[in-house]
């Protein structure tokens, strides 16, 4: 398997419990589907709703869920933030505002570390977000083992419920992964060109040029050719755009059939 195909399915496996995200009474069905959402974007699945103003269940819910429906059909409804977060050994209370609360404060990524040095061991972990209007009060917070606050604009503080969850969500994913991309590309799919396809494409383009008259004075012509060359060596140029890239030349020379194979080149233009 290929370095890119490797980690493809590193991100794919991710092996620390993930944390439960905890909505205290949200008032919104559209917020908690667009929560739902943004959970199911980086694998979380727990998601608990403490007395939500419109009863529960939602079809405003289900729809902005947008396909979601395996975090909507697993919605928990409890009485109280307290029975929502029973199970749970370590919650974080997210807030942006100052309060009265001594608890230690960390950022998005810190409190994803912890989330996810705990969920390797098993441990249940939770986030815990307030109300769409002020957010977690005094008592709630005091719940919470930690609070968690986003780097926001002082000035302008105030996140949306599914935003907030969101950014939690991604660095817990991205912490739990360490990183790696789900969709990356393997050399298998889009394999890098040979070096004797990049050198028949640098005679190509240079001969095409020379037919043109491109290089002008003579005298420049090395140093002009060497640019060329370095500027499409940085590219990383795979066989199939070797392919377009001859294709392109043959259409400027006026070609009407694709040029001919020379010595075994099998990269014909397209």
Known sequence: ????????????????????????????????????????????????????????????????ASRADHVIEKV??????????????FVYATTARSREVPKPVRGPDEAAQKSVSLGDQGHATGYLFGRERWGLNNEEIALADEIVTLPVDPDFASLNIAQAVLVCAYEWRKTATSGALPFLLSEEEHPPATKDNILRFFEHL????????????????????????NIFQKAELTEQEVRALRGVIASLEGRQTRPRKERGDTGNEE
């Open 76 to 89: 928990q409804v409890f009485e109280s933030v307290e029975a929502a977060i029973a199970d749970l050994r």
């Open 1 to 64: 398997m290929s370095k890119n195909a490797n980690i493809r399915e590193e991100a794919r496996a991710v092996t620390a419990k993930p944390p439960a995200v905890i909505l205290c009474e949200p008032q919104l069905g559209e917020n908690i589907g667009t929560a739902a959402r943004a959970m199911a974007n980086f694998g979380l699945v727990d998601l608990r709703i403490v007395n939500p103003r419109d009863g529960w269940p939602s079809e405003k819910a289900r729809a902005a």
């Open 206 to 229: 240079e001969g095409a040029l020379d037919t043109a008259t491109f290089f002008r004075p003579p005298e420049r012509r090395p140093h002009m050719v060497r640019t060329l060359r």
